[in-house]
């Protein structure tokens, strides 16, 4: 149980162009997903959170503009990076959490999404 | 400084126990989380501790806390190549995880 899915798993697009990225929650209902990015050989940095049906919430530094994200359903989360530039490649992870544990979510992670902005 | 910092690389060999060590600033995390990450992918956890326990084993895996000192260690037992990636641990407020840089393991014959 407890299985994320992202699509696509790479992903090439021309600076300039805007590229989406669906994260799923197969088998059970994520009331929370939660989209980072990871630069090589470094951690994973939270870049929002969203709950179903409502805005999402950035991190500072992170331009809502740029990084539009869409909770539309309690399986379904899209991050599209808009107007993409060389600088925006990088690997995306999202996370879907279907409970809320005392003051912390049980987090699931999807497998990443690896993307190449030339 | 890093709120979790941990050590880059870690080299073993199989058969071996490894010990992957962590530190991390917020005291108010009330799991810490390791995770594994294989080449490509995603993250798994492995294991969590609350924070008012020190131990957790779980198979061959070992998790101690020494909260005054806020260190977290995973211990692996009897390493397998199978053990080979990057291993973060992650401080959790209210939901919001903080992950340290990951510590690459390298299993050797």
């Known amino acids: 149980g407890a299985v994320v899915s992202q699509h696509p798993s790479r992903v090439i697009c021309k600076s300039g162009t805007s590229v989406k990225i669906e994260c799923r929650s197969l088998d059970f209902q994520a009331t929370t997903m939660f989209w980072y990015r990871q630069f090589p050989k470094q951690s994973l940095m939270l870049m929002a959170t969203?709950?179903?049906?409502?805005?999402?919430?950035?991190e500072q530094g992170v331009e809502k503009d740029k990084f539009l994200i869409n909770h539309a359903s309690l399986t379904l989360s899209t991050l599209t990076v808009t107007s993409a530039h060389p600088e925006d490649s990088s690997f995306y992870i999202c996370s879907a959490s279907p409970t809320l544990r005392g003051s912390s979510y049980e987090q699931y992670f999807g497998p990443g999404t690896r993307l190449t902005v030339t | 400084g890093e709120d979790v910092e941990q050590s880059l690389f870690l080299s073993v060999r199989e058969g071996d126990s490894s010990v992957i060590n962590c530190t991390y600033t917020d005291s108010s995390s009330t799991y810490l989380y390791w995770y594994k990450q294989e080449p490509g992918a995603g993250l798994q956890l492995l294991t969590y501790?609350?924070?008012?326990?020190d131990m957790k084993q779980d198979q061959r895996l070992t998790v101690l806390l020494n909260k005054k000192d806020k260190h977290l260690s995973l211990r692996i037992a009897d390493t397998q190549t199978g053990d080979s990636a990057i291993y973060f641990c992650?401080?959790?407020?209210?939901?919001?995880?903080?992950f340290g840089a990951g510590t690459q393991v390298v299993v050797t014959p």
């Open positions: 992650a401080t959790d407020s209210w939901g919001k995880l903080q």
């Open positions: 969203s709950n179903e049906g409502s805005k999402a919430t950035y």
């Open positions: 501790i609350f924070s008012n326990m």
